[in-house]
């Protein structure tokens, strides 16, 4: 996924996206499937390109996918997105598109932040993640 260098401008975006999902991590409450689901869900909404994009009917199947999916499938899913939000970001690049690209860096940060506080990604050792606790 697209990070941007530490001291650039972009350092308080992703300090404020880190400091709200934080509490996510830290937080004594485990996550409900229903939170993880959902969240995931608009945080991909976020990186929905204008209609008539090439990748609009990706985000939109990838989001169907997530909101029907179970909770073994997210890591899965998680992968996809940072995927999918990379080619986002580098076709707003490739058309020049400096807002949209600013955009979509601000919704993959915050996929990417959420995706690790919500222990769906793979850690430095590619293990698998533990599947965070539930409550139903």
Request: net charge negative; glycine share 6%; aromatic share 6%.
């Amino acid at each position: 996924m697209l990070r941007p260098p530490l001291g650039s401008g972009m350092t308080d975006v992703v300090a404020s996206v880190t400091e709200s999902y934080a509490t996510c991590s830290i937080s004594s409450r485990p996550m409900t499937q229903q939170y993880l689901i959902g969240q995931f869900s608009v945080l991909l909404e976020d990186l929905q390109p204008f209609p008539g994009d090439c990748l609009a009917a990706a985000v939109h199947d990838l989001r169907a996918e997530v909101e029907h999916s179970s909770v073994p499938m997210l890591p899965t899913l998680a992968r996809e997105a940072m995927a999918l939000s990379d080619s986002i970001c580098w076709d707003a690049l490739q058309r020049l598109d400096a807002s949209s690209f600013c955009r979509y860096v601000k919704a993959a940060v915050a996929l990417g932040e959420f995706t690790d506080a919500a222990g769906l990604v793979f850690g430095s050792d590619m293990t698998a993640p533990t599947p965070p606790p539930l409550s139903e």
